[in-house]
């Protein structure tokens, strides 16, 4: 339970867990295991306004504050953790263009990213750029009143489903200053895709390359003005790690209400496997670590929601505590199964599988420390 809990959001994140327990909870199992991207049941999370959570309310956005927003993703992978970091980076998508649109670019693709009637899909990480964002290489050169793409971004979610892509590519000189923000529809020319990676985790949602080739999108595409992009990009991770997070809490939280169950059914020696001290112990230090992490997620929100000065260090310590925990208690659920934890049919091994990319993805946690410990170091403490 988040601190800041008002009536509003209470009922909110009720008709949220109502979502996730009815549309997402029966269904992720075969989903993952199927390799399944449920588009139907994203238009029904867009009926719920899930696809603008933090979008304006003039383009149909639902126009909540990052505080419901984490409450929200927490809720929503308690049912599928896949489909809610989906969720995730799509609203990143709908506000970069919400946030740094024009009137004409907001009501032509906002709406129906809001519905998920248009998945979108966010393009940053290339195959020789990952960390260093700066370095990327997708170019976009003026050609009259078009700009024309070239090049690849690597692990695209969505990726052959979306209908809008919002791209960095290189307009300028080398370096963050050269790059911009460039919105891409879906059936572009020259737009093409790779094959489905097969990865260890996040089996529900496409993974894929997004390849440019003479792709040419008029200039009135330009998200900003040109050179905008890297800060534009900047400002959507901090949403993204905040909501990573959430995500990663939500999957947590569930193996630990899990656990919990099954230490007090199981019997070992004669007696529930809670009746053990040492079973106790390690409950209470996944409960500890998961409300130490929400409350700095909360924090990190709040941030958000005042613009306050600090809010990307505020982001990246959150999404850094709270993924590594998170994947921690997990992993911690697991082993409090035993071997029926390893089994498929119980469901902690694919939480497991799928919270691991959260320390990876919106900046690895190696990133985050770099971001907390720079700006200790620049703030001469």
């Not at 809610?84 to 709406?111: C, K, L």
Request: proline share 3%.
């Amino acid at each position: 339970m988040y601190t800041t809990y008002s009536d509003e959001r209470a009922a909110l994140v009720e008709t949220v867990r109502d979502f996730s327990d009815a549309a997402l909870a029966p269904n992720a199992a075969r989903w993952d295991a199927e390799k399944h991207f449920p588009v139907d049941t994203l238009r029904e999370a867009g009926e719920l306004g899930l696809g603008g959570i933090y979008v304006g309310e003039d383009v149909g956005g639902s126009g909540l504050s990052r505080l419901d927003a984490v409450a929200i993703f927490e809720e929503l992978a308690k049912g599928d953790v896949t489909i809610a970091a989906y969720i995730s980076i799509h609203n990143m998508v709908a506000w970069m263009i919400d946030a740094h649109g024009t009137t004409e670019q907001r009501e032509r693709w906002v709406p129906r990213l809001v519905t998920m009637e248009d998945l979108g899909s966010y393009c940053l990480t290339e195959p020789g750029a990952g960390s260093d964002a700066g370095a990327i290489t997708t170019s976009a050169v003026l050609d009259g009143d078009h700009y024309v793409l070239n090049g690849t971004k690597q692990f695209i979610s969505g990726a052959g489903a979306s209908a809008v892509y919002v791209v960095m590519a290189r307009t300028g000189e080398p370096g963050p200053k050269g790059i911009s923000a460039i919105v891409v529809p879906g059936d572009t020319p020259g737009l093409g895709f790779g094959p489905n990676e097969k990865k260890m985790g996040w089996n529900a949602q496409p993974t894929r390359q997004v390849i440019f080739d003479d792709v040419r999108v008029p200039v009135s595409h330009l998200l900003g003005d040109e050179g905008d992009g890297f800060g534009i990009a900047m400002k959507g991770l901090n949403g993204g790690r905040v909501n990573i997070a959430a995500c990663s809490l939500g999957g947590a939280q569930w193996a630990l209400d899990k656990a919990l169950r099954y230490v007090q059914e199981r019997e070992a020696f004669g007696a529930p496997l809670s009746a053990n001290q040492s079973i106790v112990f390690t409950l209470a230090d996944m409960e500890t670590e998961l409300q130490a992490a929400r409350a700095l997620l909360e924090r990190a929100a709040g941030k958000m929601d005042e613009d306050a000065a600090d809010v990307a260090v505020a982001c990246a310590m959150a999404k850094r505590f709270a993924t590594d925990a998170a994947f921690g208690v997990a992993n911690t659920a697991l082993q409090l199964h035993g071997g029926y934890g390893y089994l498929q049919e119980y469901g902690i091994e694919r939480v497991v599988r799928d919270l691991r990319v959260h320390q990876i993805l919106e900046g690895t946690n190696e990133i985050m420390k770099l971001v907390v410990g720079r700006d200790l170091l620049a703030a001469g403490r």
